[in-house]
């Protein structure tokens, strides 16, 4: 493929609620959609990135200069890409910056699955017509709210529920969604690295409530304290924050740091990445499934279709549009095609349109390069 052109928006989007994790609290989302442009063909990929270092070190403002100074030059050094693998070798150099990776693999991905006339989710390599999904709940002021919550999700069929836990609100959150809504709810923790070894003794008591794992309890740099840690409890463990390349997963797998792991496109630098991890994970009977990051239309298509290899066999974080937002940025918006399931589209691509009067409506800027005004 020969680019064009490549396009920065930056948008802002109101949650509908906000959304409070043992990291802090997010009430928008700010981040970059990248459109890349060859021929008629457009592909598009959104960036996971929030508005402060909090999750990660990147922020949309760090993913934005990454992408103007290094890897859009490094993309137009290219004379000719002949598929998307080659993108992630391209940036091999740079250190890190995985989600400012992710967005240009992405974008080309979508790109190349629309040059070849098939669905994003068939140049990846899957077959799944369908994916189980799930909802993750943030911290709530009072466990009353949690419930409620639940209640709602469970009713709108979700395959798994979510709970964010921290030091404080833990084994009564679980202990009450288990009071309420009995033993068979499949039901998780997700602690975003608040809590140490130390608290291993809290962390053991949850494993009387049968979760499906407890996600990421320690740091979020750790893989050495998460293995001794999974030696003292049942419920399996699964890295989110630690795993940031198929490499990461080769050595916490190796080491025994979790039995389950969670991917971030954004978080391991793209498609191609997520895809090794998830084979590496096959072949080690490690199941995986889908994060998310708050995603707007375009990353939730991006998981959906990534969602439909075959070792995602548990339910990810990809819920409906609705779940965060008033209007989205695809049409049609992402909607449930059956309680708690996702259609994976089969139109070439993500399989979405932009909703451009949405698009604009959420927009606050917008620049674009073309290989002319790259000095390489
Ligand atoms: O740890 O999975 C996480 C949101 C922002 C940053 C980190 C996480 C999350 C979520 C929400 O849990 C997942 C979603 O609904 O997109
Ligand atoms: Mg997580």
């Not at 890190?96 to 070849?116: F, S």
């Not at 009353?144 to 979510?162: C, H, M, N, S, T």
């Not at 964010?164 to 690295?193: C, T, W, Y």
Request: glycine share 6%; with cysteine.
């Amino acid at each position: 493929m020969n680019i064009d052109k490549v396009e920065i928006s930056r948008l802002k989007m109101p949650l509908k609620q906000p959304f409070e994790t043992s990291f802090g609290r997010l009430t928008f989302k700010d981040f970059l959609v990248v459109s890349i442009h060859s021929g008629d063909f457009v592909g598009y990929a959104e960036s996971a990135s929030l508005p402060y270092p909090i999750y990660n070190e990147e922020t949309t403002g760090t993913v934005s200069y990454i992408l103007k100074e290094f890897l859009i030059p490094k993309l137009f050094s290219v004379e000719r890409i002949k598929h998307p693998t080659e993108i992630h070798k391209l940036f091999q150099p740079i250190r890190r910056n995985n989600m400012a990776k992710a967005v240009i693999d992405g974008a080309v991905w979508d790109l190349y699955a629309k040059q070849q006339g098939i669905s994003l989710a068939t140049a990846l390599g899957g077959d799944k017509q369908e994916i189980d999904v799930g909802v993750s709940i943030g911290i709530e002021a009072t466990v009353g709210k949690v419930l409620e919550k639940v209640e709602r999700f469970i009713a709108e069929g979700y395959k798994k529920i979510k709970v964010k836990i921290k030091p404080g609100h833990d084994v009564e959150v679980v202990r009450a969604i288990r009071e309420q809504f009995g033993p068979d709810v499949p039901l998780m923790a997700d602690a975003n690295s608040s809590y140490s070894l130390d608290d291993a003794p809290i962390l053991k008591q949850l494993d009387q409530f049968n979760l499906i794992m407890i996600e990421q309890p320690l740091a979020h740099d750790d893989i050495i304290d998460h293995a001794k840690l999974q030696k003292q409890l049942s419920t399996p463990i699964c890295l989110d924050e630690s795993i940031h390349s198929v490499e990461d997963a080769r050595k916490a797998i190796e080491l025994g740091s979790c039995k389950i792991i969670n991917i971030k496109v954004g978080r391991v630098g793209g498609l191609t990445e997520a895809k090794k991890i998830h084979d590496l994970c096959k072949s080690n009977n490690i199941p995986v499934w889908c994060g998310g990051m708050l995603e707007a239309g375009i990353g939730r298509a991006h998981n959906i279709a990534l969602s439909a290899l075959d070792n995602f066999s548990i339910p990810g974080d990809t819920s409906a549009s609705d779940r965060y937002w008033a209007y989205d940025i695809v049409t049609p918006e992402i909607m449930l095609s059956q309680p708690g399931r996702l259609q994976v589209p089969d139109s070439p691509g993500i399989g979405y349109e932009i909703n451009t009067s949405v698009f604009e409506q959420y927009l606050i800027s917008k620049e674009f390069f073309t290989n002319e005004l790259i000095v390489k």
